[in-house]
């Protein structure tokens, strides 16, 4: 399996922002996606995990395949940690939770309520799914928001983990993660009207 965008288009709010988006990851290949604030980086991650359609071009290798990490971590308040992952492990018909909670240092924190983590360990709980959910194709938008330094680490860690038994991953970010990744300034695929390069993809998220 591999994952492969050929000619691809998108738009943010019915504008196109990026067109000719062509590349192809492999198994235990990563890229990193970087580019100007509204560039698009958002908008092209939502494409190809299956959030939004393309305008044109074709996207294979994602269907049933992809995880996808955004802005929101994506847990309930009021379940435990422990909780939050058996619940994503069996959207995903998994139950193994163990590798999640081990990667991102989560089992003194498994019986907490998500919702009286701090932002660093929601993140990290956030991040958490990914491993239990068995998906090869890792779409991560900006993931070491709120992590502290460790927490970082932990996360690289994981993604090279990933990649050794023969994942993928597309990331947005602006972090140096020591990852051995292509990096890839979109900015090469830009459709996006220089008045409205600055516009946020957040509102759309």
């Not at 288009?9 to 590349?23: H, T, Y």
């Not at 909670?101 to 089992?107: N, Q, S, V």
């Not at 460790?150 to 993604?159: E, R, S």
């Not at 994942?167 to 990096?183: P, S």
């Amino acid at each position: 399996m591999r994952l492969t965008l050929a000619d691809v288009a998108v738009a943010r709010g019915g504008v196109p922002v990026l067109s000719g988006v062509s590349f192809a990851l492999n198994p235990g290949e990563a890229m990193i996606l970087r580019g100007p604030n509204g560039a698009g980086k958002t908008t092209l991650l939502r494409t190809v995990a299956g959030l939004q359609p393309a305008l044109s071009g074709s996207i294979d290798g994602a269907t049933d395949a992809v995880a996808y990490a955004g802005h929101a971590d994506g847990l309930k308040a009021m379940l435990s940690v422990a909780e939050n992952l058996s619940f994503w492990a069996r959207v995903y018909g998994r139950s193994d939770i163990a590798g999640g909670l081990d990667a991102y240092a989560l089992g003194p924190l498994r019986d907490r309520l998500a919702g009286t983590l701090s932002a660093g360990q929601k993140r990290r709980a956030g991040l958490a799914r990914l491993l239990v959910t068995g998906r090869p194709i890792w779409i991560l938008d900006e993931p070491t928001v709120s992590l502290d330094s460790h927490a970082v680490t932990l996360f690289a860690a994981a993604v090279r983990a990933h990649l050794a038994q023969g994942g993928m991953a597309l990331l947005a970010t602006h972090i140096d993660l020591g990852l051995d990744a292509r990096v890839c300034d979109i900015s090469s695929w830009a459709s996006l009207p220089d008045d409205l390069l600055g516009a946020s993809d957040e509102a759309f998220l």
